[in-house]
């Protein structure tokens, strides 16, 4: 293929023979790929499609399961929402302590204004993905927070990995400038998303305020990379059972009770996690602390964990391309933690 474009714009081209063919030439010389079975195509934000190859040489180990993610289909995201995921998987994945599909290409076009990640097939390795409308026990809830552990004390300043540039902070992104205005995300929330919620929980304007004093706070905290987005579709168990993460888009520089507090919000019941979240809470700093990881004060720990459930609701509050019944799940269960937590309330302070 002339001119290869290792981070194409559109679908057709990456599940073209000519581009997987270019695509696996740089680790499997004379590679070819003569057929190409496309076995699922899901486009929310970013488009991931799986596929199955039909190669003939380039030695052993050629891939032939493969999974392509990027924006690559017209779903309204812009191109360069694919940098940091692509960026994370080219420099940092493999030096991480944390389980994540296995990357065979992860490129920037020439530009770098958008990047293309191919990975392993998790499905036909014997992985399933969760589901978020199929909530976590509070055992398989510390399997989460045990990968988030691993991945917050490896990732503190001074390290290498924390030191990229393209790890930036959202959390102050989308406080300076929100991604919505807020009439739009009064709409939102005055809709079926919001309506197991109380007014006050329902509120644009407090919870626009109270995302920019979490940011405030954030700031000036100690930092380390967060995923920023651990909910339970986000997760996958491998075939063995453990654990991975995947949909790295937004990882950033924040706080470790972002992570905890979204994950632990978003997997769990509202009943399960009002019976158990400070025992979690005490295990996650235990896992911390055991890994190398600073020693947090309970009292200290607990208030971050409570405004830090400001972020995750927020996240759901706006979003507008999953399907409603996932979004209606994540925004009541999220906003009644925020709502038992008292977390703007203690931002308010």
């Not at 290869?4 to 004379?30: C, H, K, N, Q, Y």
């Not at 076009?109 to 589901?131: K, Q, T, W, Y």
């Not at 905290?221 to 579709?233: F, I, K, Q, S, T």
């Amino acid at each position: 293929m002339n001119d290869f474009d290792p981070a194409p714009v559109d679908l057709d081209t990456v599940v073209s023979p000519e581009w997987l063919t270019a695509m696996l030439a740089s680790s499997w010389p004379g590679a070819q790929v003569k057929g190409v079975e496309v076995v699922e195509v899901l486009a929310t934000q970013a488009t991931k499609a799986r596929l199955k190859l039909e190669v003939t040489g380039g030695g052993q180990g050629v891939p032939t399961d493969i999974c392509i993610k990027g924006v690559l289909t017209d779903t309204g995201a812009v191109p360069s929402a694919s940098l940091v995921e692509t960026l994370f998987y080219r420099e940092a994945a493999t030096a991480l302590p944390v389980r994540v599909p296995g990357c065979i290409h992860a490129s920037l076009n020439a530009d770098r204004s958008r990047g293309v990640v191919v990975m392993h097939d998790v499905i036909v390795a014997g992985g399933h993905f969760c589901s978020a409308l199929t909530p976590f026990t509070p055992a398989e809830a510390i399997d989460g927070l045990d990968q988030l552990a691993r991945l917050h004390t490896a990732t503190t300043p001074g390290m290498p990995i924390f030191a990229h540039g393209w790890a930036r902070s959202f959390l102050d992104q989308i406080s300076h400038k929100p991604i919505i205005p807020q009439a739009n995300l009064q709409d939102l929330l005055d809709g079926s998303r919001g309506a197991r919620l109380c007014a006050a929980i329902r509120d644009a304007k407090r919870l626009q305020a109270s995302l920019e004093r979490l940011a405030a706070e954030v700031r000036n905290g100690p930092l380390c990379l967060v995923h920023g987005d651990a909910h339970a579709g986000n997760i996958y168990r491998q075939a063995n059972g453990a654990l991975g993460l995947v949909d790295w888009q937004i990882l950033q520089k924040g706080s470790w009770a972002q992570d905890v507090a979204y994950h632990l919000a978003a997997v769990l019941t509202p009943e399960d996690r009002r019976a158990n979240e400070r025992d979690l809470l005490a295990d996650y700093r235990a896992r911390l602390k055991a890994m190398g990881g600073p020693e947090i004060d309970p009292d200290t720990a607990w208030r971050s964990y409570r405004v830090a459930m400001v972020y995750g609701y927020y996240l759901w509050a706006i979003t507008r391309k999953v399907d409603p019944e996932i979004t209606d799940t994540f925004v009541y269960r999220l906003g009644t933690a925020v709502d038992d937590l008292d977390a703007f309330s203690l931002l308010e302070t």
